[in-house]
């Protein structure tokens, strides 16, 4: 008699991420209030972040085996959906649970994506740069040399909040990802597109509420303000939360 598959191990730690995502932010609070940060400081920790999460996309995108099914709860096409009678949406989510990326396609998937989501987090960077670290008022100034110099690690603190981060990140993808089984049930397009969506609201955020900080030159304590926007907004969106049940896991 066939029995059902036991739970996996990592399923019992899935109440951590929370407590992990804020115990991994609390750093740039340390580096704020005891190492002199600035808003700069934190926005470019965060952008930082951005390319963590890219080389977990990656591996996201390699391990990813599932159907196109949780394409139907993805981006315009959840929106598309809830217009569909229920015949053509029926019909719609069987033919997507039915089909899966041809074999062989992550051999392009990989570097297209490395390509235009490296040169998204570069302009990101600029962006930084500009907004934070350009001297307006010399107009020979070198914006390459700026960002150069922006990668100055020789503070301590910055490698531990960034190590943070990463730990983090990875106990995301192996616990919530890997650990959950939910690479089985995903799709390598789902996994290229998914980054996006964070980083387009939550930096937009960042980055124009550090930029008023500076304008209007608020106590840099303020910056605190930031790093609590930025906690709220994936404790909001859950963005931990990889071992979320599939649309094909639900039919």
Do not use: C
């Amino acid at each position: 008699m066939q029995t059902d598959p036991p739970e996996p191990a990592a399923s019992s730690v899935l109440n951590a991420p929370p407590v992990v995502m804020i115990l991994a932010n609390v750093v740039p609070v340390v580096g704020v209030f005891f190492f002199d940060w600035d808003a700069f400081d934190v926005v470019f920790l965060y952008w930082l972040e951005n390319v963590v999460i890219g080389v977990f996309s990656v591996l996201k995108i390699v391990m990813a085996s599932g159907s196109f099914a949780d394409m139907a709860d993805f981006g315009p096409m959840r929106w598309k959906r809830k217009s569909l009678p229920p015949a053509v949406k029926a019909g719609l989510d069987q033919s997507l649970a039915n089909t899966k990326l041809p074999s062989g396609a992550k051999l392009f998937m990989v570097p297209f994506f490395i390509v235009h989501y490296g040169f998204f987090t570069f302009i990101h960077g600029m962006f930084v740069i500009f907004l934070f670290k350009m001297d307006w008022s010399s107009p020979g100034a070198d914006p390459f040399d700026m960002m150069r110099s922006a990668f100055d690690f020789s503070s301590w603190i910055l490698w531990v909040a960034l190590g943070s981060l990463v730990v983090e990140h990875g106990r995301s993808f192996w616990v919530d990802y890997i650990g959950s089984g939910r690479y089985r049930t995903t799709s390598p397009v789902v996994q290229m597109f998914s980054p996006y969506g964070r980083i387009v609201v939550m930096h937009l955020a960042i980055m124009a509420g550090g930029f008023l900080l500076v304008l209007f030159q608020l106590p840099r304590l303020v910056v605190v303000v930031l790093i609590a926007l930025k906690v709220g907004f994936e404790l909001r969106t859950g963005r931990w939360n990889e071992a979320r049940p599939s649309f094909a896991s639900n039919q």
